[in-house]
């Protein structure tokens, strides 16, 4: 059963994005998440979409970095996301969600747009989507107090392999 997208700040209730708090990664992310609910909840849509398209340009940076990419300060969101396609670090269906809020995102910036409440939640889900599986890409061991971040193909059969690999000295965490 697919989670419903419930709003933190309407209803003083769990925000949608707790998967981001745990991690020193993406805490920041986390806040402006937040921000994001927030926006939707007060019907400022084009506020919500502009957090978007910011906090998506410092996730495909974090993307690149994980991947050991270096990304020169001048480099365009746009630059990014070029990048991360060229190596296929982020699923297809995700880095297309990835251009679409990244232009909503423009467009909120630079036109005087009205959007709906339901062109809004679809941007949140979408946007849910992106955290969550970037968030699962991300794949955490332990060994000796030491945590290694392997930036992973997000397919079972990696995973697994992964695991099998370092089952004799790893706690998949």
Request: with cysteine; charged share 25%.
């Amino acid at each position: 059963m697919e989670k419903s997208i419930v709003m933190a700040g309407c209803c003083h209730m769990e925000s949608n994005f707790e998967f981001l708090k745990g991690d020193t990664d993406t805490i920041d992310l986390y806040k402006t998440a937040r921000e994001i609910e927030e926006n939707y909840c007060k019907e400022r849509y084009d506020v919500e979409n502009i957090l978007i398209r910011k906090v998506l340009e410092q996730v495909v940076k974090m993307v690149l970095d994980f991947n050991y990419i270096n990304v020169h300060e001048s480099s365009t969101f746009n630059d990014c996301l070029r990048t991360s396609k060229n190596h296929s670090f982020i699923p297809s269906k995700i880095l297309k969600q990835f251009y679409e809020l990244k232009n909503i995102g423009n467009d909120s910036v630079h036109n005087i747009v009205e959007y709906s409440h339901s062109e809004a939640l679809e941007n949140l889900k979408k946007f849910h989507e992106i955290g969550f599986t970037v968030k699962a890409m991300t794949c955490n061991f332990l060994y000796s107090n030491i945590t290694l971040k392997i930036i992973c193909n997000i397919s079972q059969n990696r995973l697994y392999l992964i695991k099998r690999l370092f089952a004799d000295g790893f706690n998949f965490v």
